[in-house]
């Protein structure tokens, strides 16, 4: 088991010889989220599967996934003012993440339906930022669930942080992700009021869209 300081060499790239052999349980605790990553998508694929051959459309348009960086998981334990070893590690829901950018709102909850459905799925948090948006405009929702990874001699629950969001939210949030790191802004306060108003008109877009969608396939809003 690798020591605070181990640990802190590992995520930092610092790494002497003398600590080499404390990276076999990082790595292995990595392993197993980067499982847990391909479980869920696996889920994800199978469901779009299925209602592609129901419905004759696909819920989602594509699947992002990322294990957390050394560097960033570090910064995160220390910002929670967690210990830096794998039990702190443990404590991060988000290390291993999964982002599924659908084309309609409603598509949403219709996966996170079928997916929470699943009897092998535990769901620890969900959070909604799209009934309820971040004050900054912000939108998507976010689940932590947990998913099961076959080893070859154990099975273990891992905690997969898995956000829905549509194209126009992804759209928003990608490009406010970017925008974040201009420093020394002249009017910070106009600029996140400028933010939040393209939030505001995307998710009006994105509900304009969906009816468009009801009148051609049902006749009716
Ligand atoms: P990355 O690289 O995308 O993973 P915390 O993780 O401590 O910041 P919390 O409560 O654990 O906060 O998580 P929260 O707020 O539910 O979701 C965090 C993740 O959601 C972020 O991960 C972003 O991916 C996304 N997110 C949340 N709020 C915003 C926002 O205002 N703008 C954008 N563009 N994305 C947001 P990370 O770790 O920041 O980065």
């Known amino acids: 088991m690798p020591t605070k300081t181990d640990l802190e060499e590992i995520l930092t790239g610092e790494h002497p010889e003398v600590v080499l052999e404390s990276i076999e349980p990082f790595s292995r605790l990595m392993m197993r989220y980067k499982c847990a990553i391909m479980e869920v998508e696996t889920k994800l694929r199978v469901l779009n599967a299925e209602f592609s051959v129901q419905y004759d459309r696909n819920p989602f348009e594509s699947i992002k996934s990322r ?24 404590q991060l829901f988000d290390i291993a993440g999964v982002r599924v950018i659908c084309s309609f709102q409603e598509d949403i909850y219709a996966l996170v339906d ?3 459905a699943q009897d092998d799925i535990r769901l620890i ?10 004050p900054n405009g912000y939108r998507s929702l976010h689940l932590i669930v947990e998913v099961p990874i076959f080893l070859s001699q154990e099975k273990r629950y891992m905690k997969v942080e898995v956000q829905f969001r549509t194209i126009a939210m992804d759209f928003w949030a990608s490009l406010e992700h970017k925008l974040k790191y201009k420093k020394d802004v002249k009017d910070p306060e106009l600029i ?16 304009e869209m969906q009816k468009i969608r009801h009148l051609i396939e049902w006749g009716q809003e």
């Open 67 to 90: 294990l957390k960086s050394p560097l960033s998981i570090l910064e995160k334990l220390r910002r929670r003012d967690l210990p830096v070893t794998l039990e702190g590690m443990e």
């Open 114 to 116: 079928m997916l929470l």
């Open 125 to 134: 948090e969900k959070k909604d930022y799209i009934q309820h948006p971040k």
């Open 192 to 207: 996140a009021a400028r933010l939040r108003a393209c939030a505001e008109q995307s998710a009006l877009l994105d509900l």
